[in-house]
């Protein structure tokens, strides 16, 4: 047999994976908060409760998903902030489940036996899964955690099919092949649009494994286009949206924007650079870099080796789909990068015990041993990772608490809040989730300076409130941006005759305008 060849083996032990996965779901519930994360966190706490429209690319398939998951939970007596934290605490423990079941199969292609496998593959599962840049996005309203699980998937998936259709004398199963991933693909893309990164590749490798076969027949090719095409009807969703808004709509969301929407074609600004924040920078030194570099390194190196771990053609498109993946980290400029290394460093891991089992002799002499002392540190640094996941959900709830007791203030039940920041959702979840000042106008200036948001305040209270500014440079800092706020804020303020409130966290104050 070629030893470059890997041996289709059996699962390592029947209900291993599932086991990391569950012990990985207590983990990050014990984690999540019962108040919405910072980012995001707020919007889609809505977008889930309220069957909404998130902002690009809009995430239909974890709408509607994660709408059912938080109408059970919430039925169930969890919170709705809670609920929608919960279900990425699920995407969590799957991602785990999968890498565990991914790893412990590569481990058992080098000749571990299935409980040794099983036991080794939990090292990678605790070094992905505690890292606290990972539990960052397992327990807050986020779509990364699914992201990450469709990764393992995928890469399960086409291990899988890449060895079912090496034997030469059977069957190959192409149908099968071509309707799963054809399915996955499109579900990939209308989760996350980076998947791209991992389903050209090994698609690519697929296909050819398939012509190899002489199996890539118009059949086939039908099959996989009608899954894909199946898969991605979920984005109609936001086409009828477009024209038919919910109560929680990301507001430049129209039928003449939708398709904008649809491929984030705003975010293109973002591209040429790498912008961290100076936390993320941090963060990423700590917690990402260290486990990276090692995890990329096994990658690029595997289709290189001789290894059994997994069929060539899979190690080639793994290795390409995690350089496409970090390449675009690289040169995309948003202030929080570090949930797009997530994938690769997740894959990596999985790979990189069964490759050192397989490539370096003195781990496979000494192997044991090695793996119980990664298994200690592995146990001092998960203590260490879980009170920075405990600690992180206690500063969330305390932020909630601030800004709720600052929202309570407002002296009045009708007027305008109007809070400079993204976060103006927080608001929002106040107003709908708990029935707290339904009729206040929570806005953020920042959405008034796009067309379908300003024609809807201009029909709604009949006034323009970007008519007569003072002549302000664009916002494109801090400075800038906080003064046509202000602007704003203050032409809001002299054209209605409801009062006006400036909301600002920030600097704990909640400043009521005076009228002239």
Known sequence: ????????????????????GVLALLAYLAMTPGASGDK?????????????????????????TGHAFVLLAHALGASWPFAANAFSALGGAVAIGLLHALSARLLRSTGVSARGAAAVALLPAVAFGMNPIWTLETTIAEVNSWHVAWVMGVALFARWAIEA?????EPAPALRIAALGGLLVGVGLTHHATSVFFSLPLGAVLLFALA??????????AIGLGAFVLALSSVAYLFWRASHPALVQWPMLAPETVWYHVLGAQYRGYLGRFAPTEVQRHLLSA???????????????????????????????VAAAAMLQTAYVFSYGVPDPSPYFLPVLALGLAVLPAWLAD?????????AWIAGIAAVALAVASIAWGRIGRERAGIYQEFDDLVHRMWMSVP????????????????????????????????SPAQLTYPGPHAAFIA?????????????????????????????????NSASPLPVVVFDPEHLSVRRLRKQ
């Open 359 to 367: 490539a370096v002799p003195a781990v496979r002499r000494r192997g």
């Open 287 to 317: 917690h990402g870099y260290p486990w990276l570099a090692p995890a990329l390194l096994v990658l690029l190196a595997a289709p290189f080796t001789r290894s059994r771990i997994a069929p060539r053609l899979w190690r080639i498109g």
């Open 460 to 492: 709604r209270h009949g006034f323009d409130p970007l008519a007569e500014l003072p002549s302000l440079p664009p916002a494109v800092d801090e400075p800038s941006t906080r003064a046509l706020f202000e602007a704003i804020a203050a032409r809001i």
């Open 412 to 443: 009045f039940d009708d007027g305008f809040v109007i809070w400079g920041d993204d976060m103006v959702h927080r608001l929002w979840e106040y107003q709908l989730l708990r029935d707290e000042k339904p009729r206040v106008i929570a806005l």
């Open 40 to 64: 995001d966190g707020s919007e889609f706490t809505l977008v889930l409760a309220t069957l909404g429209a998130a902002h690009p690319t809009g995430y239909a398939l974890y709408t509607f």
């Open 165 to 169: 259709l090496e034997p030469a004398g």
């Open 1 to 20: 047999m070629n030893p470059a060849r890997a041996p289709r083996i059996v699962a390592p032990v029947p209900g291993a994976s599932l086991l990391a």
């Open 212 to 221: 190899r076969r002489g199996a890539l027949a118009a059949g086939v090719v």
